[in-house]
Nanobody
Framework: VQLQASGGGLVQAGGSLRLSCAAS????????MGWYRQAPGKQRELVAA???????NYADSVQGRFAISGDIAKNMVFLQMNSLKREDTAVYYC???????????WGEGTQVTVSS
């Protein structure tokens, strides 16, 4: 199973982008879907997560600006990013976690660049 992310690109500060991620095959017992990002010289960090129970979790830096959504059964996850800032520039990775047996899947990443 591979995760394919899309939707990244170059946008001006204050603009919006929508990232999408889909699994190439079925992932049964999917527990959590999420987005991480890694900026140059920094560690990969969690941006947003969505659980099978419908709970969401956001990094403080994106709270109120980003919104995660998805379909657990269809293995698809989205990230709507509004009011983008230069500090949001990073490679964004989608992530899916299968509950049992526990397996973590990663997408290849999509570049988001925010210009001033």
């Amino acid at each position: 199973v591979q995760l394919q992310a899309s939707g990244g690109g170059l946008v001006q500060a204050g603009g919006s982008l929508r990232l999408s991620c889909a699994a190439s095959g079925n992932i049964f017992n999917l527990d959590t879907m999420g987005w991480y990002r890694q900026a140059p010289g920094k560690q990969r960090e969690l941006v947003a997560a969505l659980t099978s129970a419908g709970n969401t979790n956001y990094a403080d830096s994106v709270q109120g600006r980003f919104a995660i959504s998805g379909d657990i059964a269809k293995n698809m996850v989205f990230l709507q990013m509004n009011s983008l800032k230069r500090e949001d520039t990073a490679v964004y990775y989608c992530n899916m976690i299968r509950a049992f047996p526990r397996v973590q899947y990663w997408g290849e990443g999509t570049q988001v660049t925010v210009s001033s």
